[in-house]
């Protein structure tokens, strides 16, 4: 059975854990980075307090506050129960029990919702939809997708995927998405035609392996860069 997730809001992630996800090195967290659909994740937080510069974009953030948070904790509510629902879908290491989980992501949104006020203000939160980013052509050298596509929702398909992809490819050098898994767990068949399709676009594709792996088999991000050829004369 899917685990139905809310096209909305997402219950974020740690700073730690996007480090993991994405196979971030120093030299990466150095860069001009947006954060695409990540929700309440704690990443721009802790980035912008070290001097990074980075830009998260999410629907949610174009919520009223209150709003906000309302959405964040319904979700939360929910996907806790998802997690007891469907323990053995998940790897019980470096956190034991779904109750350890719950407390950890508790803590991140606190921190999340505790940056977000003076982040707005600073413009490091923006409310637009993926499919309707405003920037100029590499804006960003790095664009990052967290739990957000291949996941099965309805309106996600091939040519939607696409696109997605195409766009954060055309603001940002490098696209960096994570898991590679859909909402039964398992590696979707909508991999390999949207690989397929970035190819014949003349876009770079590569699938690497990352030291993260909280969803089983879920431990690979997919990288893609537009492929630029220059015609000296």
């Given at each position: 059975m899917p685990i139905k997730y809310n096209d909305v809001v997402l219950w974020g992630h740690s700073y730690q854990e996007y480090i993991q996800m994405f196979a971030?090195?120093?030299?990466?967290?150095?860069?001009?980075?947006?954060?695409c659909r990540g929700g309440p994740a704690t990443f721009n937080a802790m980035l912008s307090k070290q001097g990074g510069k980075v830009i998260s974009t999410d629907p949610l953030f174009a919520l009223p506050f209150d709003k906000m948070k309302q959405?964040?904790?319904?979700?939360?509510?929910?996907?806790?129960?998802?997690?007891?629902?469907?323990?053995?879908?998940?790897?019980?290491?470096?956190?034991?029990?779904?109750?350890?989980?719950?407390?950890?992501?508790?803590?991140?949104?606190?921190?999340?919702?505790?940056?977000?006020?003076?982040?707005?203000?600073?413009?490091?939160?923006?409310?637009?939809?993926?499919?309707?980013?405003?920037y100029a052509h590499d804006s960003f050298d790095l664009a990052l997708c967290s739990h957000y596509l291949f996941s099965n929702c309805p309106d996600q398909s091939m040519e939607y995927h696409v696109k997605v992809i195409e766009k954060m490819a055309y603001i940002a050098k490098e696209v960096r998405i994570f898991p590679l898994l859909d909402s039964q767990g398992e590696i979707p068949e909508l991999v390999g035609p949207v690989i397929q399709k970035l190819h014949e676009t003349e876009h770079g594709v590569e699938i690497k392996a990352v030291p993260y792996e909280f969803q089983q088999k879920g431990n690979a991000m997919l990288k893609v860069w537009l492929q630029v050829c220059e015609v000296k004369s």
């Open positions: 971030l090195g120093p030299e990466d967290l150095n860069k001009n980075i947006i954060n959405e964040i904790d319904q979700v939360f509510t929910n996907m806790l129960k998802v997690l007891k629902k469907y323990q053995d879908r998940f790897v019980w290491k470096t956190v034991t029990s779904p109750d350890e989980l719950a407390k950890r992501r508790y803590q991140d949104i606190k921190d999340f919702l505790q940056d977000f006020p003076e982040g707005k203000k600073a413009g490091r939160y923006q409310g637009y939809r993926i499919t309707e980013l405003p």
